[in-house]
């Protein structure tokens, strides 16, 4: 079987999933696009999908007998409406995080979802298909004891003057924050978010370092670097610490060199170079599960806990407090 896919969203994030549906992926095949700026759904047709019906809107798209499953890869708060329809239309849905701008807009697709019965709903935090992440767990796991505690930095090299300072929660540390429950199996009760000497090469609309610490319902001690202007590179670190010996997220692959008096290796600069064959695999996983009419990988659950934690951040910011954080029961269909 072929998954015919429709695209809702063709900017960044939506070009790069429909080419690589179309040109790297196995088991489907994009049928559909729209975006509410038609020239960009024109402009991918012509790149990448040349047999692709373009639609005026995504609601039509999402309607179509022509589309099996969707993607949606809109602009944030457009992710609810969207998802929303995919699950009234019982039709697979892959949506790029955020799953909806609020938690309530995050609870109210799980509720859809679970009056289904069915899981229809992927979250695309890629991490969790992550090669080094992976093996990071498989450590842990294997070789560590109970974790106690977690290291952690998201580094990016510059931000532009849009970037305000929630969003180093709600767009940056998000992943984090799902990579962590992932990681752990736990969840959080509490946040507080400090603020170090500020970057002289940040903006003025933006507090820059952060650092968050986290505790989980187990007793495990989070502090992660927030960093969106450290100019070096993009750098993600990762380091657990376990009751028998500590385990660090490896290095992606780089060739060393010597030369000029240096011995160096090269630091990647952006997310779609570091996260390339996670976003590849998380897309495939999701295809493959599409003919079986229910989805695996992050859940709408997922996004749901992800949604009330980083809310709790944000307000950790705000107020400088130690923020509580806490979850309803969490539905069968999420067991």
């Not at 179509?64 to 849905?93: F, M, N, Q």
């Not at 709600?170 to 969840?187: G, K, P």
């Not at 229910?294 to 130690?322: F, H, K, L, R």
Request: with cysteine; hydrophobic share 40%.
């Amino acid at each position: 079987m072929t998954v015919k896919i429709g695209v809702v969203g063709t900017g960044m994030i939506g070009r790069d999933h429909t080419r690589r549906i179309q040109e790297v992926l196995t088991g489907a095949e994009v049928v559909a696009l729209s975006d509410y700026l038609p020239k960009n759904a024109e402009a991918l047709q012509a790149a990448h999908a040349p047999d692709a019906e373009i639609f005026a809107t995504g609601e039509e798209l999402i309607a179509s007998d022509s589309v099996d499953a969707v993607l949606v890869c809109s602009t944030g708060s457009t992710h609810e409406a969207y998802v929303l329809a995919a699950i009234a239309a019982r039709k697979p849905v892959f949506c790029e995080k955020p799953l909806a701008t609020t938690a309530e807009g995050a609870r109210r697709i799980v509720e859809a979802e679970t009056a289904t019965g069915t899981r229809r709903v992927q979250v695309g935090f890629m991490r969790r298909f992550d090669r080094s992440y992976n093996l990071l767990k498989a450590t842990m796991e294997a070789e560590l004891g109970a974790p106690l505690m977690i290291h952690a930095a998201h580094r990016n090299p510059t931000v532009p003057e849009q970037y305000v300072t929630p969003m180093a929660i709600h767009d940056t540390f998000i992943h984090e924050i799902d990579t962590f429950r992932w990681l752990l199996d736990d969840d959080f009760v509490s946040a507080q978010v400090v603020f170090p000497r500020k970057t002289r090469h940040a903006h003025a609309r933006v507090a820059d370092p952060q650092i968050v610490l986290l505790e989980t319902s187990k007793g495990v001690r989070i502090d992660c670097e927030i960093f969106v202007n450290c100019r070096y590179g993009y750098d993600i670190q990762c380091q657990v610490v376990g009751e028998d010996g500590v385990a660090t997220l490896p290095e992606p692959m780089a060739v060393t060199t010597r030369k000029d008096e240096r011995l160096s290796n090269p630091i990647l600069t952006d997310w779609q170079s570091r996260f390339g064959a996670a976003f590849d695999t998380e897309l495939q996983d999701f295809i493959d599960t599409v003919p079986s009419g229910t989805v695996g990988g992050p859940s709408a659950w997922d996004g749901y806990v992800a949604a009330i934690s980083s809310d709790a951040c944000v307000t950790a910011q705000e107020t400088g407090d130690i923020v509580p954080i806490s979850l309803p029961d969490r539905p069968k269909l999420y067991d």
